[in-house]
Antibody, heavy 115, light 115 residues
Framework: EVQLVESGGGLVQPGGSLRLSCAASGFTFSSYEVDWVRQAPGGGLEWLSY????????HYADSLKGRFTISRDNAENSVYLQMNSLRAEDTAVYYCASLWELHIWGQGTMVTVSS | QTVLTQPSSLSASPGASASLTCTLRSGINVDTYRIYWYQQKPGSPPQYLLRYKSDSDKQQGSGVPSRFSGSKDASANAGILLISGLQSEDEADYYC?????????FGTGTKVTVL
């Protein structure tokens, strides 16, 4: 079964950091681009970041202002999102996805930023 | 100014057709973009429905019924998702998406209610 499974979410204090992981299975992970998308409670979808198959091409949403970093390990079939300087407005469900060709999404992991 | 604007809600009866619009910001020409459409039900990640650029450049998502179709209204600078023969299971949030300036952009979302 083709799937993406996120982990690493949880409760973090404002100003803190968190690293999300996404494990891929059921397909040749190294052949597909990956993305991170989030959705605040009751809100819409917000794309965060993209990484190409080799990692040579990376893009971020302007709104992140350099606080988040995407990476991938094709040997481990995983993609990561390092999130720093977290704010209350970063509270959301975070999805990893492959939007360009595979059109698949993980189930999401909840991140809550609160003191 | 919002890049992709969708009506916040739409209601229709079972068996009717529903036309969901995704209007691109002035200065962004709908003709040049692939418009992607997603369906999201409560508590679940978005599901890919289809993409549409033209009748010669379109793709239906795997397993997506043919009663979901895409088109464009160039005069309105908008992408359109047409749902024919509405069913109760179509009640969900719908989002459009484009790749614009090295970033994915999601629309504001439309909540479809089947009365």
């Amino acid at each position: 079964e083709v799937q993406l499974v996120e982990s690493g979410g949880g409760l973090v204090q404002p100003g803190g950091s968190l690293r999300l992981s996404c494990a891929a299975s059921g397909f040749t992970f190294s052949s597909y681009e990956v993305d991170w998308v989030r959705q605040a409670p009751g809100g819409g979808l917000e794309w965060l970041s993209y990484m190409s198959t080799s990692g040579n091409s990376i893009h971020y949403a302007d709104s992140l202002k350099g606080r988040f970093t995407i990476s991938r390990d094709n040997a481990e079939n995983s993609v990561y999102l390092q999130m720093n300087s977290l704010r209350a407005e970063d509270t959301a469900v975070y999805y990893c996805a492959s939007l360009w060709e595979l059109h698949i999404w993980g189930q999401g992991t909840m991140v809550t930023v609160s003191s | 100014q919002t890049v992709l604007t969708q009506p916040s809600s739409l209601s229709a009866s079972p068996g009717a057709s529903a036309s969901l619009t995704c209007t691109l910001r002035s200065g962004i020409n709908v003709d040049t973009y692939r418009i992607y459409w997603y369906q999201q039900k409560p508590g679940s990640p978005p599901q890919y429905l289809l993409r549409y650029k033209s009748d010669s450049d379109k793709q239906q998502g795997s397993g997506v019924p043919s009663r979901f179709s895409g088109s464009k209204d160039a005069s309105a600078n908008a992408g359109i998702l047409l749902i024919s023969g509405l069913q109760s299971e179509d009640e969900a949030d719908y989002y459009c998406m484009i790749w614009h300036n090295n970033a994915y952009v999601f629309g504001t979302g439309t909540k479809v209610t089947v009365l």
